[in-house]
């Protein structure tokens, strides 16, 4: 496999087009600076979600001095690793439309999964949960005492899961967030794109939603659509390698997953005691006698669950379990004072990629018998 920690390549050939600029400038600039625009972005798989997103980014950032940003898509996320769905805070504009980079949330919930059909339910939890401390912190009637922050919008991403439960999951995130504008971006295959209109609302509803419907950029000479295949897995697993890069300081001479792989053979685990924490699954029933075999060598959300919706810090790999000593060694790019605060460990579904397992002549850290020294 070629270096996984190299910058992604760029897609070739990505413009903007005049109908996606003029749909951006209508959010920043036909709108009164209070209340700020709140953008939901929709469409099917590779019609343009993200980068468009990532374009409105750019435009609200010439107007605005921050924006936040709400990821609902939990497979192809853009500031995290799979699995998450996050709110982060945006103040800087992207340097590369084409290529994400990963940021630390303002708060983010560990989902496990990289679609959100094994726990509907939970997922829109989460996703209306995010909305919710973006509106406490954000938005104006509930910030008086810094009415700086209530200047900010929102940009809501979403998956391009559009049909069946994703499309019942896509309406119920809608009504409840009732954002100022909708974007709904087209592809030429009609039976793939979400209903004409405003589908989300009941008949006989009067939309107060501003809906722009616009094409996929990605046009051959007839005007179709041409759609990025993209490769799901690699992608996904490209982020997770760089977010356990994160591990090791920027000037640190590894480059590829052949290196990063021995990096972190080498490198010492968090020693945390097994009575601290308590371990769930976020999708699956585990027998108490196997809780200990189903965590070791896996990847699990940090959680800190003072409240009933436990939010994330990051991630780890369970590096080993020492039942005797009661015991688990963890590898995590979380600073220690955050560290310090997990009570919770999060398993689901997502795996360590296979090229850090898979590199002839070392012993990865999820893989070793030995125990190395703990912090």
């Known amino acids: 496999m070629a270096s996984a920690l190299e910058n992604e390549i760029p897609s070739p050939d990505i413009i903007i087009p005049n109908e996606w600029s003029d749909a951006a400038d209508t959010i920043a600039y036909d709108s009164v600076t209070l209340p700020p625009p709140v953008s939901f972005i929709c469409g099917p798989k590779n019609c343009g979600k993200t980068t468009f997103s990532r374009h409105l980014l750019h435009v609200l950032l010439n107007r605005y001095r921050k924006v936040a940003y709400l990821d609902t898509d939990v497979g192809q996320t853009e500031f995290t690793p799979p699995g998450f769905l996050s709110l982060t805070i945006i103040d800087k504009i992207p340097a590369d439309l084409t290529i994400p ?18 726990d509907p339910k939970l997922y829109l939890t989460y996703a209306c949960a995010l909305y919710d401390h973006y509106q406490k912190k954000y938005c104006m009637l509930n910030n008086s005492e810094n009415p700086a922050n209530a200047e900010m919008p929102i940009v809501i991403n979403t998956p391009g899961w559009v049909k069946g439960i994703g499309y019942e999951i896509l309406v119920d995130i809608l009504k409840y967030i009732s954002p100022s504008h909708v974007v709904k971006i087209r592809i030429s295959a009609e039976s793939k794109n979400l209903p004409a209109g405003a589908f989300w609302l009941d008949e006989g509803e009067a939309p107060v939603t501003n809906l722009i419907e616009i094409n996929s950029a990605r046009q051959d000479s007839s005007r179709r659509s041409i759609l990025v295949q993209k490769d799901a897995r690699l992608l996904r697993d490209l982020r997770i390698i760089a977010y356990f890069r994160q591990c090791f300081p920027n000037d640190a001479n590894i480059t590829t997953s052949k290196e990063l792989a021995h990096a972190l053979a080498a490198h010492p685990p968090y020693e945390i005691s097994i009575s601290s924490v308590k371990i769930k699954h976020l999708h699956c029933q585990v027998p108490k006698d196997e809780v200990f075999y189903s965590l070791n060598a896996t990847i699990v959300g940090l959680a800190v669950s003072p409240e009933d ?62 125990v190395l020294p703990a912090y």
Request: aromatic share 8%.
């Open 309 to 370: 919706m436990p939010h994330c810090v990051g991630l780890g790999i369970v590096r080993g379990i020492d039942t005797t000593r009661q015991v688990l060694y963890l590898i995590t790019p979380v600073p220690l004072d955050s560290l310090k605060m997990v009570d919770l460990l999060l398993q689901g579904f997502i795996e360590i990629p296979t090229s850090l397992l898979q590199v002839q002549g070392c012993i990865s850290p999820y893989m070793s018998a030995n």
């Open 101 to 118: 980079c990963l940021k630390t949330p303002e708060r983010c919930f560990f989902f496990g999964d990289v679609s959100s059909k094994r």
